[in-house]
């Protein structure tokens, strides 16, 4: 009787859970001639209010709640399945997990009546919808919303070095997250990925996928690689593009050919859906056109559909397909495949958004997301994994735990080690490679080792030591600087060692690079001087965090007040030595003025960063003092900068970039603060410097430059590029610039030197014009210059450079 008692329970226990789980419905949806699986099916089932949509294989998973199935009281579950281009279905199911296949009917298209107007319907179709957008950009101001994204990578077998079984194509990583997106108009977004994960072979903490609403095409530009591509929505589009009604008038869903006017501007083709009584777009399926470059001419689809919330239209699901194969001299040829999937919803229209939250980076991940949810998973996933992904992440886990599989092969076991040391040696709390091991003239081999750590989110420690085996010096560094405030906008910095310092700008070329050449060819760009002492600063900065690298990121917007005390020294070289011989004597490293430095100096950037570019146009503002009675000291002298740059639209695919500098001094300018021309050196060029100068060849106290340089972009699009290698679009571009550098007199009276400015030769300063062939290989450029000053006749210099973007 007792054990009769136990088994009731058991099974009414087990009956009240199952009554109580949650539903699943998974299936399949197909449609068309021959029977395809279909995408951006929109199921939802109606008592519960609940939706997602089928994946590239026509596949869904909707996982309903058994509350909300309670507290709507229903009987069956109603679902509703519905797709641009097909016959809407509605189906009844029990309350239960259910595995279903549906097929859709295609909505018969009504042949287009021709009649002559001055213009397609389609035009006036989308004058509507664009000024429905203009009434939308006047009401819209924020929104905030929950996005699932989704990115796949892929690859041929032989490169994976694996086969899944199932032809030529293998999964080789998995990312996944579901964050919380803010948006302020025109362009501020922020995404915080509260869960996450990936297959075994990505960090965790290299998960930082969320593409939002950041790609949307109904902005009026949607940037893809770097280029912005005018949207078929946006304000002036039917000034660029052509649009061709594919239907008949008589539908409430419209299908419109899209086409840009001219392959000379960079846009979109294929086919666009809109609900002309409503004026909304529905969905686009676009190709780039021939005029985007598309690396080793990769094959991209993109496919985005639009939702209406609270009357604004938003975007809901978007699909990025691409696909290229890079072939190497014509023997192998890895393919890579990518496939990028989101899903927003859950959107709030103009809500009041987090103070600051603009000011953090663009993506971050909340402690929230170290832990994984595997019920918000399976509750809230809106795109289900398929088969063959389930497969990858379980197959790769696997792969890592054997050591006898294919890509633990004696190959890996070898170099894998290495690799991974060296990656390690380049992420936190290591400062990066060139603070282990660098070159130069003045230190010859330098050894040793850079950290940067948080205790805290208050606090950030940095530290450095080495020894330069030429010079047998010991040289660190350390600092500590203390965010006051949550967004780290203010902060207050403290610093000590002994360093060497460069007179020149070591963000133009920067230290790896003088490492390669002083290595190999004996040619240091460096002008040294060596530095003991310390400084403290504070400073305030706004705008989105970008990254640096290397766990370092920066503001587009800065103030910094910094009070620098030290002792300054000449140093000489100590080393010649080189793999190659050179074919120049080394130049030397020019003296300074020895003594005590102390001095205050104030800078300022706007949309500027000296780290590294942060936006196409904007500014800085450099002032230094230094008074002996004020401040102590041994010199008495001040200086200001200034420098903008700017990029302006010539035409649609042709830019103008113009860079202006300037720089005035009072007093007695001791060396270290001289400043040099920034110029190539052995036929290379960094950033851009100047092409036909000599390495230094021009000093002073205060200067002058304009410089600039048109890109026309590729004459024909498509038609001058590189099969095999990189099928990238060659540039042509014209450049030059001027330059003016001049000692003060005060400077000249009190620390005389030998080096030359432009202003003691007879032109009074340098100028240069020149012919460029831009993206050689996509990373290169090939310039063809000449100096037109200090020469009798056009002196002509070829240099090389990395590709200008």
Known sequence: MRLISVLIAVITAFACASAQSDVTIRGTVYGGVPSEPLRFVTVSELSTRQRVMTDRKGNFSLNLRRSRIDSAEALNLKLVFSCIGFEPDTILLPIADSTIIRKLSERPVSGREIVVTAEDPAVTIMRRVIARKQRQLEKLRAYTYTLYTKFIAMTDTTTAMRSSGRGDTTVNSILESFSTGYVELPDRFHNEIFQKRQT??????????SFGTNLNIYDDVVTILGQEIASPLSIDAVDIYDYVLLNSLDEDTVKLSVKTKSSLRRGFEGTMYVDQRRNVPIEVQFTPNKAVNLLFDARLSYRQNLTIVDSMILPEALSISSTLEASILYVVAPRL????????????????????????????TTQAAAAFDSAYWQNNLKLPLRPEEQRAYREI????????????????????????????????????????????????????????????????????????FADGRIYGVGSATWFPDFDQRWSLEIGLGRTLQRRDNPNVVKT??????????????????????????????????????NDLWTRPNSIRLTWRRSADETVTQSTNWSLFRPSLPPRGNPAITDGQMSSLTLDAFLSYSPLRRVSRTGMALSIEAAKSDLLGGDFDFAWASWMGTTRMRTLPLWTLDLTASVRWSWGSVPGQRFISTESGFGGLVVGSAFRGMRIKEFYGDRSAALQFSHNFGEVIPGVLRIPNIASFGIEFLLFGGVQWTSFSPQTMQEFPTSLPSTDVTGDRTYYELGLGINRILLFLRLDFNARLSQRDAPEFRITLTNATF
């Open 200 to 209: 075994a072979n990505v960090p965790p903490e290299a998960n930082f996928v």
């Open 337 to 364: 495949d990518i496939e990028i999937e989101t899903f927003c919803y859950d959107y709030s229209i103009n809500p009041d958004l987090p103070k600051g939250v603009f000011d953090r980076r663009r993506v971050e």
């Open 397 to 468: 886990e696997m792969i890592l735990e054997n050591p006898d599989s294919l890509q633990n092969s004696m190959f890996e076991q070898i170099l894998g080690p290495v690799s991974r040391f060296l990656q390690r040696l380049a992420r936190r709390p290591f400062t990066g490679f060139e603070d282990i091991f660098r070159y130069n003239l003045i230190h010859g081999p330098y050894l040793g080792v850079g950290l940067r750590d948080r205790p805290d989110t208050s606090l950030l420690l940095a530290s450095q030591i080495g020894f330069g």
């Open 512 to 549: 790896s690079f003088i490492t390669i050449t002083s290595l190999f060819s004996g040619a240091d760009y460096g002008d040294y001087y060596l530095s003991s002492g310390g400084h403290l600063a504070v400073g305030y900065s706004w705008g989105q965090l970008q990254f640096v690298r």
